[in-house]
């Protein structure tokens, strides 16, 4: 049987983008399926796990990958998303949800070997408490934190800490946050110290995206890598892509700092263009060599 760097899991979404000049796009989006070219164009092997309703069959032509290595995930609902962006750097948005998918249930999960699952969450409530005890000592565990932070209230996208965060961050090999979001769970504004406490609390590897660098800590090693794209008119997926890239190399034997460095160019890369990843891991390197490399 064949084993799989990454077991990626987590809902397809419809996503509505509005500009801050106005202009609407609608585009299939979810973490799921920007994560998943993101780590196989870093040349890991990929299965993914799509949660998302029967109807919506055009969710599935969304994955660039083969029908071998993807499966539907069935749910009443497919989730849908609208983001109004406020400014031209996009940092500032106002998000909603008009529907959410179906939890994530321990018997669902595809029955592949892997070298580590990825919950590519989007909102609080799709990954919940059995899925989680179910899958620890599975493989190696990876999660968003997102997935457990933001919540669909009334439509409304809000945040709330985590109230099983000190039973269930244990679990995790390596997560992901952004500043707020570390924030959110450690009370700590400075991303080092919130690293830190996030390690002491039983994370052994984490990284924090922020608009100008990624971080990554494993409690030994402490590495920052600038972002360096020239436009964002892709900065949809960011968090997703450069997680999914780092997550990527790490299982195919990168070292913390060579992951960051790949990662952080492939999501510069990225969000420079609309969409998933499209391009290789030849087209990074270039990259990395055109603005990382003195």
């Known amino acids: ?13 419809r996503d509505v983008n509005i500009d801050y ?4 796009s609608s585009i299939i989006g979810g973490a799921v399926t920007f994560c998943a070219p993101a780590a196989m164009a870093a040349g890991a092997s990929v299965y993914a796990g799509i949660k998302a309703s029967r109807e919506d069959t055009e969710v599935l032509e969304a994955f660039a990958m083969p029908e071998a290595d993807r499966c539907l995930l069935l749910s009443r609902y497919t ?6 962006y406020l400014t031209a750097d996009r940092e500032r948005r106002e998000a909603a949800c008009t529907a959410q998918a179906d939890p994530l249930l321990p018997e669902e999960v595809p029955q592949v070997r892997r070298k580590l699952t990825h919950l590519a969450g989007l909102l609080y409530g799709d990954f919940p408490d059995p899925l989680l005890e179910s899958l ?20 409304k996208l809000v945040f709330h800490d985590w109230s099983e965060k000190e039973k269930y961050l244990p679990y995790f090999d390596i997560l992901k946050t952004d500043a707020y979001e ?11 110290q919130a690293a830190r406490k996030l390690h002491d609390w039983g994370v052994p590897e984490m990284l924090i995206s922020y608009n100008t660098e990624m971080l990554a800590y494993d409690g030994k090693t402490l ?3 600038p972002v360096r794209s020239r436009n964002l008119s892709g900065r949809t997926g960011r968090g997703d892509t450069v997680f999914a890239s780092y997550l990527a190399m790490r299982m195919l034997g990168a070292d913390l700092r060579d992951a960051l460095l790949y990662a952080t160019a492939c999501v510069s890369l990225k969000m420079e263009t609309p969409g998933p990843f499209r391009g290789t891991r030849e087209d990074v390197e270039a990259y990395i060599r ?5």
Do not use: W
């Open 136 to 155: 620890k000592g599975q493989s190696l565990l990876a999660a968003d934190a997102q997935g457990f932070l933001r919540h669909c209230e009334n439509g």
């Open 21 to 24: 000049t106005g202009e609407t």
């Open 223 to 225: 590495s920052t890598c």
């Open 182 to 192: 570390a924030e959110i769970l450690t009370g700590e504004t400075d991303r080092v």
């Open 290 to 294: 055109a603005f990382y490399t003195p």
């Open 1 to 13: 049987m064949k084993t799989y760097d990454l077991l990626i899991l987590g809902a397809a979404t």
């Open 79 to 84: 989730t849908v998303m609208q983001n109004r």
